[in-house]
Nanobody
Framework: VQLQASGGGLVQAGGSLRLSCAAS?????MGWFRQAPGKEREFVSA????????NYAESVKGRFTITRDNGKNTVYLQMNSLKPEDTAAYYC?????????????????WGQGTLVTVSS
């Protein structure tokens, strides 16, 4: 099982980035977490296999959008109106459970992080 995240970079506040995560299979739940320096890894967003159900952290609701392309086994995170506090390493994750979850322990598979830096 492999998850390959990409799309991070340096952007000015107010800008946009799109993260991608390609999986070697199509898990029921795919999600994104992030970890800022000196902080714990936190939930960002998750999506079900059909794409009909999604969940977002309050801090990103209205600015970030999660989607997936099952034909490509890929999940995307469109990040708009970025803020300096969004700066973190972003990790994609996959879960075989059938319920959207915000907890790290629910996700069995993790990709490597992709770094997002938002300058003020």
């Amino acid at each position: 099982v492999q998850l390959q995240a990409s799309g991070g970079g340096l952007v000015q506040a107010g800008g946009s980035l799109r993260l991608s995560c390609a999986a070697s299979f199509s898990p029921y739940i795919m999600g994104w977490f992030r970890q800022a320096p000196g902080k714990e890894r936190e939930f960002v967003s998750a999506i079900t296999l059909s794409g009909r159900s999604t969940n977002y952290a309050e801090s990103v609701k209205g600015r970030f959008t999660i989607t997936r392309d099952n034909g490509k086994n890929t999940v995307y995170l469109q990040m708009n109106s970025l803020k300096p506090e969004d700066t973190a390493a972003y990790y994609c994750a996959a879960s075989s459970s059938f319920a959207l979850s915000r907890t790290r322990d629910s996700y069995s598979y993790w990709g490597q992080g992709t770094l997002v830096t938002v300058s003020s």
